[in-house]
């Protein structure tokens, strides 16, 4: 569970990066509006399929660890649960402690005693 998704992480954002940049260089030339259409939908086309396949195993890689994200959520839950029912158990016991001593020691101050 201790495992990151930082190689997935890494990679997506790499891909997005190239291709954020391949799209800036290609509109920053000094080409016509449609011969920079054009090389944008050529390398698009070409693009594609591998696209999708990188998409498809950013998809499988997310449904398998899926019920390890799912398990490791609802052990925080749990603990997180745990933890303010000790807290609010704590908070009455020593609500119930102050509370009567308290009251003791200021019923003997108001007789005098």
């Known amino acids: ?9 890494f990679f997506s954002g790499f891909v997005i990066g ?4 391949f799209v800036v260089g290609v509109l920053l030339t000094p080409k016509t509006g449609e011969e920079a ?21 950013i998809k499988e890689k997310a449904s398998e660890r ?6 490791r959520a609802e052990e925080l839950a749990a603990l997180a649960r745990d933890r303010g029912i000790a807290a609010v158990e ?7 402690t102050l509370t009567s001593d308290d009251l003791d020691e200021e019923a003997r101050e108001a007789q005098g005693t």
């Open 37 to 57: 259409r054009s090389i944008l939908k050529k390398n698009a086309e070409e693009k594609m399929p591998e696209l999708r396949e990188k998409a498809q195993w």
């Open 1 to 9: 569970m201790g495992k990151s998704s930082g190689g997935s992480g």
């Open 66 to 71: 899926a019920p390890e994200i799912r398990e």
């Open 18 to 21: 190239a291709l954020a940049g």
């Open 90 to 96: 704590e908070i009455r016991a020593a609500g119930r």
